[in-house]
């Protein structure tokens, strides 16, 4: 099967440059999912938060997240050569936060400290994936999923790490203790970053990239994809907010089974990933984006009616194929979009469509104080099948091995 020809310049370091950069978001993850699946919710039970109030610290990490986004994906592409410090700054980052997160004894202290926590995660993407882009053009959504199995790697370590951690250290402790492997994990990705050939920057001033941004979207299938981005996202929120909430609180689990289940489903994420972007590349991204996203807005409304036991364990299983899967395809779909210009702007475009879904975690907050938890997951549900209409209703370009192999044909 014929595919598009790559030089030997662009394949120099590549698979080296892939292996950091899925080691740096297994890494990435391990914070994020500690902290989202199993400190979140011992945090509101220790603070006594309500679930609006949770759903607010929710919304300030986002919020710093897309202003950071937006900042990363400039320099991104204005710093290309830079990708290996960029990155090794956002995992210490994450650790300095988590640092001063672990001082909080009050809900205003903590607000702020989820505006700190926001920065580090949102600045790995744009130049991680940027740089995956420029040097996989023929594997392009295969090497961006196999970014995400790294995340999944870390989304499965992360909560049994942490549960763990919390048998014999309470909450803020494991947050304040989080400071040292982040250091000696963001020197590590630096290190073995830094010598793969750098590349070279494609935007040159600050007014460039915002022309660049205007510019993109003017392409309205690319305005699209971030709008349907956005929903999707504010879908999630709620899954990824108030899952694990659900799980701990309303049922009683303890953290440590709460790890295991969400764990659980990320296993299976680690291996949908790469399948799936495979066959984006070659089949096209619709065709797995369209009915992957119906099953999953469907298991959203499962999951508020599943009973505790194996209909449960089954439904948050089955989700996992697709919760961090499909972002990576809609990245891919979107640099088909916009062409080999600017990836890491694309990608900031992209994560920075959560903007618009940074109050999705309060509104959630909202239906859980007053209607149940369970029934945030019905709003979830409906963002995710309101994205899936609208994106069928929209033409995606074909990728570069489908244009490849019908020039051969």
């Known amino acids: 099967m014929a595919g598009i020809q790559v030089s030997p310049e662009i394949k120099e370091g590549r698979n080296q440059l892939a292996v950091t950069v899925v080691l740096g978001h297994a890494i990435k993850h391990i914070y994020n999912s ?12 220790g603070l006594g938060l309500t ?27 204005r710093f290309a050569n830079k990708a290996a410090l960029m990155l090794g700054i956002s995992i210490t980052l994450m650790g300095l936060s988590y640092f001063f997160a672990g001082f909080a004894t009050n809900y205003w202290v903590m ?17 991680a994936i940027g740089a995956l882009s420029r040097r996989f053009p023929d594997k392009r959504g295969f090497a961006i999923s196999l970014h995400g199995t790294g ?91 108030f899952l694990p909430v659900y799980l701990r609180e309303d049922l009683a689990y303890s953290a440590f ?18 399948a799936m972007g495979y066959f984006s590349d070659r089949l096209g991204r619709k065709i797995v984006l369209i009915p992957s996203m119906t099953v999953m807005g469907l298991l959203f409304f499962v999951l ?16 996992g194929t697709f919760l961090y899967s499909l972002h990576t395809i809609f990245i891919a779909a979107a640099m ?5 210009e600017v990836q890491s702007t694309v990608v900031s475009l992209i994560y920075g469509a959560s903007f618009i879904g940074t109050l999705s975690p309060v509104i959630a907050g909202r239906i859980a104080d007053n209607y149940g938890t369970e029934n945030t997951f019905l709003y979830g549900g409906a963002m995710i099948l309101l994205a ?12 570069a091995n489908q244009m490849a192999e019908e020039r051969v044909g």
Not at 53 to 74: D, I
Not at 388 to 398: D, E, N, Q, S
């Open 34 to 45: 500690g902290l989202s699946t199993i400190l979140l919710p011992e945090i509101k039970l």
């Open 51 to 77: 679930g609006t109030q949770l759903g607010t610290l929710a919304f300030s990490r986002q919020l710093a997240g897309w202003f950071t986004t937006v900042a990363a994906g400039y320099l991104g592409d």
């Open 111 to 127: 607000l702020a400290a989820m505006l700190f926590v926001g920065i580090g995660p949102s600045m790995y993407h744009p130049p």
């Open 151 to 241: 995340g999944s790697v870390g989304e499965v370590v992360g909560p049994l790490l942490t549960a763990g951690a919390l048998t014999f250290l309470m909450w803020q402790d494991v947050l304040k203790v989080s400071l040292f492997p982040a250091i000696l994990a963001g020197f590590l990705i630096w290190s073995m970053m830094r010598t793969v050939r750098g590349e070279v920057a494609s935007t040159d001033s600050t007014s460039d990239y915002f022309k660049s941004i205007a510019s993109l979207l003017r392409k309205s299938r690319l305005a699209i994809l971030v709008a349907v981005t956005a929903l999707r996202s504010m879908g999630q929120a709620a899954i990824m907010i």
């Open 257 to 274: 089974t709460v790890a295991i289940y969400l764990s659980m489903a990320q296993v299976v994420g680690m291996f949908a990933q790469p």
């Open 304 to 319: 508020t009616y599943a009973d505790p036991g194996w209909p449960l364990i089954v439904t948050i299983i089955a989700l």
């Open 336 to 340: 088909d979009v916009a062409g080999d």
């Open 388 to 399: 899936t209409l609208i994106l069928a209703l929209t033409r995606l370009p074909k990728t």
